[in-house]
């Protein structure tokens, strides 16, 4: 039994048809609070459409999403990114034809601005949330070593600094639930360590909790607490790192069929 009170996240027998169909085949599983969760699985077993499911992306056609204890199921994706949910896409958004900066602004949480009454009858906190955006944006940017890109096109970043602003663009709403699909891939060793590292950092100063899907099995045994295995739309197992790595679905999936012992993995 899961302790619901320190559940961030609770996705119970969640559905997802297109067509005939069955992205999503009655999922369920519990991200705790504070956790870094890895959602594993082979190609095509529903991870991406979970996340958009979750988020609001795509229909939920059965089943319950709790966000600490609040039913979001069915909710628009900028609700639920509201309420502090907030994820990032397989294949990066960043706007390739706008500089990394307003790439960032663009995303910022809570623009007064975004409301015309309020331009006209509140310019001065329009400017103040403003100005807030751009600084909490350079400070990311340092953050991640992107701010002497700041100015140039998205579109001129590598393919590893594009995820990096893509998880910077989705700090700039600071969520508290944090989805990532595939961060590593198409990134570099080095730059997939930092971004890792990253993870770590903001989890032990900000407390975002983190479920990231991703491929590469030795990213997920370090540094994840929990991980959820998908296959065929369901949620067929989930555990520590150590539990999963020992069981033969996954040792067949993952690990080429050979028992390796867990010091060589973690
Ligand atoms: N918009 C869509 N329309 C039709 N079928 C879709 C759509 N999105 C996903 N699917 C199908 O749903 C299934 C699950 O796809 P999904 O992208 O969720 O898998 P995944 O676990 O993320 O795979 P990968 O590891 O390759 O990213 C696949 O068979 C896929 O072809
Ligand atoms: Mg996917």
């Known amino acids: 039994m899961t302790d619901a009170s320190r559940s961030m996240l609770e996705v119970r027998d969640v559905t997802c048809s297109f067509g005939g ?46 966000l600490s204890g609040r039913e979001i199921a069915r909710w628009a994706p900028h609700r639920i990114a509201r309420l502090g949910m907030v994820r990032t896409f397989q294949l990066t958004k960043a706007l390739s034809a706008m500089p990394v900066i307003d790439n960032m602004l663009l995303a910022a949480a809570d623009q007064p601005g975004e409301r015309l009454v309020n331009v006209v009858l509140r310019p001065r906190a329009v400017r103040a949330r403003e100005r807030e955006a751009r600084e909490q944006a350079r400070e990311l940017l340092a953050a991640f070593r992107l701010e ?41 060793p080095s730059l997939g360590r930092e971004l890792l590292r990253h993870m770590q950092r903001l989890r032990a100063e900000d407390g975002i909790t983190f479920l990231f899907i991703e491929h590469d099995m030795e990213a997920v045994m370090n540094h994840s607490d929990r991980v959820v295995v998908m296959a065929e739309g369901r949620v067929i197992l989930s555990g520590s790192p150590r539990a999963v790595a020992a069981d033969e679905r996954v040792i067949d999936a993952y690990l080429g069929g050979k ?8």
Do not use: W
Not at 40 to 54: D, E, H, Q, R, S
Not at 156 to 184: F, I, V, Y
């Open 148 to 188: 002497r890109h700041a100015d140039e096109y998205a579109g001129t970043l590598s393919g590893g600094q594009r995820k990096l602003l893509e998880l910077a663009r989705a700090l700039m709403a600071r969520p508290r639930l944090l989805l990532l699909d595939e961060p590593l891939a198409g990134v570099n």
């Open 259 to 266: 028992h390796v012992p867990l010091e060589e993995i973690v």
């Open 21 to 66: 169909l069955r992205a999503v085949d009655g999922a369920t599983l519990t991200v705790e609070e504070g956790s870094i969760t890895a959602l594993i699985g082979p190609n095509g077993a529903g991870k991406t459409t979970l996340f958009n499911v979750v988020t609001g992306f795509c229909p939920c056609q059965r089943g319950s999403v709790r």
